[in-house]
């Protein structure tokens, strides 16, 4: 899964700015739902981080071949949250958006992402996962992003 040449960028996924609660967020219940999703993954709670203190969550997922993929949950205020994907490819980062949008949010089109390269660039626009198709399908999206960020 891992491709070494791949541009890396930290993913942030979120539900919709609008309805920012619309995930319930739950940090042991989205740490156990990813640890039974990911045989080999972890899940580690962190305490408060950020500028505006947080109930964070470390987690790690297998993606074969000995990649993994390292991220962030934080959760600044009840039920309100994002998932960071950390220094990801595209490809990595729609592992973990594929299982947020089929597994945890309550809906497939809940999922909406921006990345630090955006943000750096002052883009405040977030893109939405497409609410159906495969991990490819996303990962043409995460890429597309990028893309238009180095243009």
């Known amino acids: 899964m891992s491709d070494e040449a ?20 739950d940090l042991d219940v989205f740490a156990n739902g990813l640890l039974q999703a990911f ?3 972890s899940a580690t709670r962190e305490g408060e981080l950020g500028p505006q203190p947080s109930d964070a969550l470390r987690i790690e997922i297998p993606l074969g071949g000995g990649a993994w993929l390292e991220g962030l949950v934080t959760m600044p205020y009840p039920k309100v949250g994002s998932v960071l994907a950390l220094t990801a490819s595209a490809a990595e980062a729609a592992v973990l958006a594929r299982w947020i949008r089929d597994f945890y949010a309550p809906s497939p089109d809940l999922v909406y992402f921006t990345s630090d ?3 750096n ?3 405040t626009d977030y893109g939405q996962i497409p609410s159906s198709g495969d991990t490819q399908a996303i990962a043409r999206v995460l890429q597309e992003h990028i ?5």
């Open 147 to 151: 893309d238009d960020m180095d243009e």
């Open 121 to 123: 660039q002052g883009a």
């Open 6 to 25: 791949a541009r890396r960028v930290t993913f942030s996924f979120a539900a919709p700015v609008d309805n920012a609660a619309a995930w319930n967020l």
């Open 117 to 119: 390269l955006a943000l």
């Open 39 to 41: 045989p080999g993954a």
